[in-house]
């Protein structure tokens, strides 16, 4: 006999989970489906961010820096190291460590919330006007059946046509997580979000690094202004960034990789590498859902075909993160699913895209939200721009890391701030206040006119926020 839900999630990272936590908290009856599975063939939830993706990298990102401080940067404060190691499967084994206590902290919530788990794949065999039936394959299989589905099943790594994933030579961000020595050589094809933490991680152990990118700019998402910063702090960590190349092709040998390719100036170059990771994008994950059995509709580039409220065309399935439009944000994905489990339950769920904030967890970190200067330039928006160095930030040079700054872009009549970009220390941190005066609509003279406690590095988004009149006080 099927067992019967007001809500079935279909996939536990952190669109999933959160959704069938906030299902749960509104009074529905709730079940979560996910296949993940750690060393043991145990539930691992949390998906791709928790198993393979913003949660490992940050605890190699971590690691890797404390290396490098260790070697670099301690003999400054009067700390000397006079031998120094890498314990590459002590720093593998902390990562492992981190990951499982996520894992286990989505059960306990999914225990504390009374969330049903299956664990096992979760696809779709009918639907009709008496539910939706889900078929759930695992250690043992059946049939549940649900009043409405959120589809959350996330995304996959891109492969290169002629040189396809074995995470042994060729990497996807799974593999680049867990090499097991440092690579003398290694390569990244893209230089995104995962090419940049992975060659920082991989370049502070001892990598010689190169990342090979098509576009013409780096990070051309962020405020050029950002972009050109992290360019000159990115060489100086030596990490060897090419642009605008065209691979002409890969040979995958016994122990290294060879790239051939063209370079911006099209001349042809060959490069051999001991590892080679592709990050090249990602690309939504449908793959067993059987969404035509539902009649889901998917557009042309393979999501989700949804409206703003996240809807597919079928009623009662919904879908979010990932396998849907918009940016692939692990807390994009969590606001949608709670979004998604509060329109069920009748209330009116809301998620902003103008303040989803961006970050990258190389060093220095790099942060924004809201609009660039140059897309406020297209749109041909009148504004005001301020910024402020965290070379004149006390608090700055105690930590040593005085790279960077922060940059305000605010309405030129109105003030109303339309976008802050933040590269240095802690911007990760620091854009959280950017992003709730954005949410109110604050101006640049609101934060301004906050007392920041001092010394803090949230002085310098003050100090920029005043640089927008031209009153900076400290620089």
């Known amino acids: 006999m099927s067992k019967n839900f007001d809500v079935v999630v279909i996939g536990g990272g952190p669109g999933g989970y959160v959704a069938a936590i906030r299902a749960a908290q509104l ?3 709730t079940a979560c489906i996910d296949e993940w599975k750690n060393e043991k063939g145990g539930p691992a939830l949390g998906g791709t961010c928790t198993n393979v993706g913003c949660i490992p990298s940050k605890a190699l990102l971590q690691s890797s820096e404390h290396f490098a401080h260790a070697g670099h940067g301690f003999a400054e404060h009067g700390i000397e190291i006079k031998s120094l190691s890498l314990n590459l499967k002590k720093m593998l084994d902390r990562k492992a460590t981190v990951v499982k206590q996520n894992n286990e902290g989505i059960l306990y919530l999914f225990k504390k919330n009374k969330v049903t788990f299956f664990h096992g794949r979760g696809s779709f065999e009918k639907s009709d006007a008496s539910g939706h039936q889900i078929r759930v394959t695992g250690s043992s299989e059946e049939t549940i059946t649900a009043k409405n589905v959120i589809v959350a099943t996330g995304s996959l790594p891109r492969a290169l046509a002629d040189a396809p994933f074995d995470e042994k030579l060729v990497l996807s961000n799974t593999g680049a997580l867990a090499m097991q020595e440092v690579p003398k050589r290694l390569g990244i094809i893209g230089a995104g979000v995962i090419g940049l933490e992975m060659g920082s991680v991989w370049r502070r152990l001892g990598s010689e690094v190169k990342i090979l990118e098509v576009l013409p700019a780096l990070l051309g998402a962020a405020d050029t202004q950002i972009a050109a910063e992290a360019g000159k702090q990115f060489a100086k960590l030596g990490l060897q960034i090419e642009l605008g190349i065209k691979i002409a092709g890969i040979d995958i040998g016994k122990n290294e990789v060879t790239v051939s390719y063209a ?5 042809e170059q060959k490069e051999r590498f001991d590892r080679l990771v592709v990050s090249i994008g ?3 994950n449908t793959q067993g859902l059987n969404a035509d059995a539902a009649g889901i509709k998917l557009d042309e580039r393979g999501f989700i075909a949804v409206d703003d409220d996240c809807r597919t065309n079928v009623p ?3 879908a979010v993160g990932d ?3 918009g940016p692939m944000l692990a807390h994009k994905s969590e606001e949608e699913g709670v979004a998604v489990a509060e329109r069920i339950a009748g209330q009116h769920g809301h998620v902003d895209f103008n303040t989803i904030p961006w970050v990258i967890y190389t060093t220095p970190e790099i942060a924004w939200v809201g609009k660039t200067e140059q897309q406020l330039k297209e749109a041909k928006v009148d504004y005001r721009a301020g910024s402020f160095p965290f070379l004149a930030n006390g608090r700055a040079r105690a930590l040593g890391d005085t790279t960077g700054f922060v940059k305000f872009l605010a309405d030129a009549k109105s003030d109303e701030i339309l976008g802050v970009h933040i590269i ?5 941190e620091l854009i959280a206040e950017a992003v709730v005066a954005m ?3 604050a101006s ?3 934060i301004a006119r906050i007392c920041h406690a001092h010394p803090s590095l949230s002085e310098a988004v003050k100090e920029a926020a005043l640089a927008v009149d031209k009153r900076a006080l400290n620089f």
């Open 282 to 284: 990602r690309v939504p």
């Open 424 to 428: 240095g220390p802690n911007a990760s």
């Open 316 to 318: 009662g399935i919904w």
């Open 263 to 267: 370079d911006a100036k099209g001349s």
């Open 444 to 446: 640049s003279e609101d």
């Open 27 to 29: 009074g529905l009856s």
């Open 439 to 441: 949410s109110f609509r």
């Open 323 to 325: 396998v849907v439009r």
